[in-house]
Each structure stands twice: as structure tokens, then as C-alpha cells.
């Protein structure tokens, strides 16, 4: 069986001969079926110089060449031989030479002298042989007469020409970026029929390759030095993020104060913006890393603080802890409208009644919700929607600026607990009625444990056909809210003669509105009330409330009481 890729000679098989083997063309490909474009032999690689291969005995073999040709044996010791005007032809279909076809002896030994190989592949050009296998074409280098020169004639030496097809550039060894070379050159090159101009223009280029030379290593430090430049940069940014401290001021400040308004959930970045905003703080990640840094950093609330400029981060946190620092606003649960009017004249140093005009004038555009407008008889719309809580009010604000930051924080805490879903389900007619059952739990109450049981006592009041009170609420407190006071001895026939819808002892039912600003607890207690059947209730100590079912054990508490204040 013949073995592809080795001869049928006498010569042993040599796996480390590159012409043999499965990895050469001989091997692979026509094991496959296919013949290589190059028979047995292997194609050379552009980095390895190319000889003439001698050929051994197992040369006499089966060759598998162009067109299943033998290929002719070459001996590297006689050059080939020709005549002055004989030129060497070739078929193009063929690629073999037409005339002087090698002659071998019985032994198959070739005879004679032989002309040059002409598939050896110039050095300067490895890939010119190749021809167009897959279809492509290419230009037949073997048929014109630049191919195969003629030789020199008689009695003239020849002297090989030197290789000038391959320039390194100006400096050996040197890559064809920085030689200047570029892709026109290349193309150039690549042409057969352009040795000669191709040899001109790397010539004549020296001067003008090492200046494009000196240009491209211009280029490459300005964008080397560019990009390390960059690195620098964005390396010392990352390093300052994750390592590098925040900038700070240094102190307690510079003695300039300055008031700061931290608005209502701000938390530790938000609270730093202001500072800085406002020059308390050199950056807002100094105060966040100095609020964590105090174990009690996390309790600073909103409101206005009297702080100084540049202050250290730290320091600003302290002071913000501290009472002094703190400027705000306290509404009160239980404050009637009246006293917060003046308390926002006085922190906004404004004209007493400055406020109580604009709210009788623009409550309208305060921002009531709809259940919260037109009711008859109504002393004062913006009752029962001043919500108590602390706020940030300070000198250079305006009166209704304050007023609708009030009336948002009632109408955002009555939503939340579902005044308005749960006002029907008590008996009540609107949520309006319900802020207003709360504010008379916050005056009647003493205490918040106070408010469930009070809260029970309103609503039981308030059933119709019931036989204590027959729906008589006859609440001090709403006789109190309409005279503008807060007295705890009045008079029976003081209190039933007085004729004004919010007196109860007057009128039955509820008031027209709220009579005071009701706190989240007196709202919880009015929304649930307790079920154990109170009517009546007394302070005794006005500390504590005691609640009774029937009017008999009201009134031995009514002795009791009055009993005490004798002694």
C-alpha cells in the first residue's frame, strides 16, 4: 500500500524530514481526496530562506505535482543552461516548461542539466507562486521574459545580483510604523511588475522615513503621555473616593452665624447639602462621615439650627445635637389658632395679628382639603389644621409660607390614619366632624390614656334617643375655645345661658369645628374607641380623669371633688 506524502524507493521512511509526514500538504490533503496546489512538497514559510531542495533516491518515486506531472529532480551543483535567445516557455493552464523537457535513464535518474525550478517562490515574494487554487486569479509571473533573465554572455563573469527586494528601513530591523511605511507601500509592493519602482521609492525615501519616522514617535508620546496622564487622574480620583479623606474645615467656625433650615426627613446627605449650601461645612461627605462617627449622629431632626461658617464637620454635628443650636418652632398638641398666630409674629418678629390676617384673608390657598371647607359657623377655617410638631420657621420667612407647611403636615397625618374612610363607620357624618370629636378628646383629656375613654364618651353622648344627656355634649372646653380662655370653675347658669353654636351646654350635638389642634394620639383615640359605656367623666386633680356610667356615680364624684377644694 502506498503511504501518501513518501516515495516507493528503496530509502527507509523518515518521520523528521518535513516533506514527510500527516502535517504536511502531501499528508493531509491528499489522504483527503484533494491534491495541494504544491504536490508533496511543503509550502515555505515567508521567515525561512528558500533553497533548492536536493532530492534523494526516494525522489524517483511517485510525485504528486500540477495536473498529476512528475516533477522534475534538480541538482543544485549544475545551474541550468540556456541559450541567448531562448527564453524558457510555460503553459499558464500547466505551469511547466514547454521545451527541454528532462530526460531520465532506466534507473530513473535524471540526466543532463536542468533549467531553474520554476515553482521556487522568490525569496522577497514567498506567496507569489501560490496560484489562484479557490478560484481567484492571479498574475502569471512564469510566462514573461522578466521572470527568467537571460543569462550573461560568454566570457563575461556573472556575478549574483544582491537582494534588494527587502528593505528593513532606515534602522535595522526597524517596524514599517516607525520607517513611515504605509498601506499604499505595501499595495505597491505587491505587484510583480513594480520591482524596479519599487526599489526607486525606497531609495529615495531615506530622509523622508526618518522624518514620518520622527512624526509617528511624536504621535505615540502625545498619546502614551495622553492616556498616562489620564490613568494619573482618574487613579488619584478613585484613591481619594476610597481612601483619601473628605475636605474639612478646621474649628468651631469663624464666628459668623448663620441660621440653617434642615427641611422635614432629611437625613444625613441632605442635611450636609444645606450645611454647605450655606457655609457651615467644607463638603457634604465630611458631615456624613462625622455624623456616623457620633454615636448619637443619627438623631438630628429637621428644623432651624443657629450654626457659624466654616465649621468643622464634626463640630457642626455636636453643636446640631445640642439645645442651643436649636431654633425651631413647637405647636403644642392642643393649641388653639389664636396662640399660634402670635408665636409665628414673634419667631418672624412681624407685627402682632400679622399672621391672624393673612389667615383670615388667604386660608383658602393654605391647602385645606375639600372635606375641610364650607361649614357653617366656623370661628376659624385653619382650626384643627395647624398640626402640632416642630418647625423650621426663622426671620425673612412669610407668614403663609409657614401657615401651608402646618396645614400639609395635618392633612398628611389625618390621610395616613384614615380620618376620612373611617368617619362614617363611627356614626359621624364627614371627617370634618371626626377632627373636630379629636380636638375635644385633646381638651377634655388629661392624659393620652385619657383620650379612648373620652372618645367613648362623645360618641355615646351623641346617640340619638339616649337617656343621660339626651345629646347634650356640655363640654367646659367648648364654652372655654368661643370666650378665648381656659377656666376650670364655671358656673351651671353661666354656662347654659351663654347662646353660641360651639357652646354645648347651649346647643346639642357637636360644635361647628375643631376647637383646638389635636395630636396623633388624641386622633388614634377618637378613630378607636373604647365599648365599656361611659357617659361621664370628672377631673379630680386635673391630672387624671375618673368615668362613670350613670349620672348617680357622677355626681358622689362631684362631691368628692368639691369636698377637696374646701380643705
Not at 526607486?200 to 519616522?213: C, N
Not at 494619573?232 to 474645615?249: C, E, K, L, M
Not at 380662655?485 to 351651671?492: F, N, R, V, W
Amino acid at each position: 500500500m502506498t503511504e501518501y506524502g513518501r516515495g516507493q524507493g528503496s530509502e527507509p521512511w523518515r518521520p523528521d524530514d518535513p516533506l514527510y509526514g500527516d502535517g504536511g500538504w502531501g499528508g493531509q490533503q491528499t489522504q483527503q481526496g484533494q491534491q495541494s496546489p504544491y504536490g508533496d512538497r511543503p509550502q515555505h514559510y515567508p521567515q525561512e530562506p528558500q533553497t533548492h531542495q536536493q532530492y534523494g533516491d526516494w525522489g524517483a518515486g511517485e510525485q504528486h505535482g500540477y495536473g498529476g506531472q512528475q516533477h522534475p529532480q534538480y541538482d543544485q551543483q549544475q545551474p541550468p543552461q540556456y541559450d541567448q535567445q531562448q527564453q524558457p516557455q510555460y503553459d499558464q493552464q500547466q505551469y511547466a516548461p514547454q521545451q527541454q523537457q528532462p530526460q531520465y535513464d532506466q534507473n530513473g535518474w535524471p540526466t543532463g542539466s536542468y533549467p531553474q525550478d520554476p515553482y521556487a517562490a522568490d525569496p522577497t515574494d514567498p506567496y507569489a507562486q501560490q496560484a489562484g487554487t479557490y478560484g481567484g486569479e492571479q498574475p502569471d509571473h512564469y510566462g514573461t521574459p522578466d521572470a527568467y533573465p537571460p543569462p550573461e554572455p560568454p566570457g563575461r563573469r556573472t556575478e549574483p545580483e544582491p537582494q534588494t527586494d527587502w528593505d528593513p528601513g532606515p534602522d535595522q530591523g526597524e517596524h514599517a510604523f516607525f520607517a513611515g511605511g504605509g498601506d499604499d507601500d505595501d499595495a505597491a509592493g505587491d505587484e510583480p511588475d513594480d520591482r524596479s519602482g519599487r526599489s526607486e521609492r525606497r531609495g529615495r525615501g531615506g530622509k523622508e522615513k526618518k522624518r514620518r519616522s520622527g512624526l509617528a514617535c511624536l504621535v505615540v508620546v502625545v498619546v502614551f503621555g495622553g492616556g498616562l496622564a489620564g490613568v494619573s487622574y482618574f487613579g488619584y480620583q478613585f484613591y481619594q473616593d476610597r481612601f483619601g479623606s473628605a475636605p474639612d474645615f478646621a474649628g468651631a467656625g469663624n464666628g459668623e452665624q448663620v441660621t440653617v433650615v434642615i427641611p422635614k426627613g432629611s437625613l444625613g446627605y441632605a442635611i450636609g447639602q444645606e450645611l454647605k449650601k450655606m457655609g457651615v461645612v467644607k463638603s457634604v461627605d465630611a458631615f456624613v462621615a462625622a455624623q456616623s462617627a457620633n454615636p448619637q449622629g443619627k438623631t438630628i431632626q429637621d428644623g432651624v439650627y443657629t450654626l457659624q461658617k466654616e465649621m468643622s464637620a464634626a463640630s457642626a454635628v455636636e453643636l446640631m445635637l445640642s439645645p442651643k443650636s436649636r431654633n425651631n418652632l413647637i405647636i403644642a398638641e392642643g393649641k388653639r389658632n389664636a396662640d399660634i398666630y402670635e408665636l409665628i409674629d414673634d419667631r418672624l418678629e412681624l407685627e402682632k395679628g400679622t399672621t391672624a390676617k393673612v389667615a383670615e384673608t388667604e386660608w383658602k390657598t393654605l391647602g385645606l382639603p375639600d372635606w375641610a371647607v364650607n361649614h357653617e359657623d366656623v370661628k376659624d377655617p385653619l382650626e384643627g389644621f395647624l398640626f402640632p410638631s416642630s418647625y423650621g420657621v426663622s426671620k425673612g420667612q412669610k407668614p403663609e409660607d409657614v401657615l401651608k407647611r402646618m396645614v400639609a403636615q395635618a392633612t398628611e397625618t389625618y390621610e395616613e390614619l384614615g380620618v376620612e374612610e373611617k368617619a362614617e363607620s363611627l356614626g359621624l357624618e364627614n371627617p370634618w366632624q371626626l377632627v373636630t370629636v379629636a380636638s375635644l378628646v385633646q381638651a377634655e383629656g388629661t392624659s393620652h390614656s385619657d383620650f379612648r375613654q373620652m372618645a367613648e364618651v362623645i360618641y355615646n353622648r351623641l346617640k340619638t334617643g339616649n337617656t343621660e344627656t339626651n345629646g347634650m355634649l356640655e363640654f367646659d372646653s367648648t364654652y372655654n375655645y368661643i370666650k378665648n380662655q381656659s377656666k376650670i370653675d364655671l358656673t351651671i347658669a353661666e354656662l347654659r345661658n351663654y347662646d353660641n353654636p360651639y357652646n354645648t351646654y347651649f346647643y346639642k350635638g357637636l360644635p361647628p369645628g375643631p376647637i383646638s389642634n389635636p395630636g396623633e394620639d388624641a386622633v388614634k383615640g377618637a378613630l378607636d374607641p373604647t365599648g365599656d359605656g361611659w357617659y361621664y367623666f370628672i377631673s379630680m386633680d386635673g391630672k387624671t380623669s375618673k368615668f362613670t356610667k350613670t349620672y348617680t356615680e357622677h355626681e358622689k364624684l362631684v362631691e368628692q371633688w368639691e369636698a377637696s377644694k374646701k380643705n
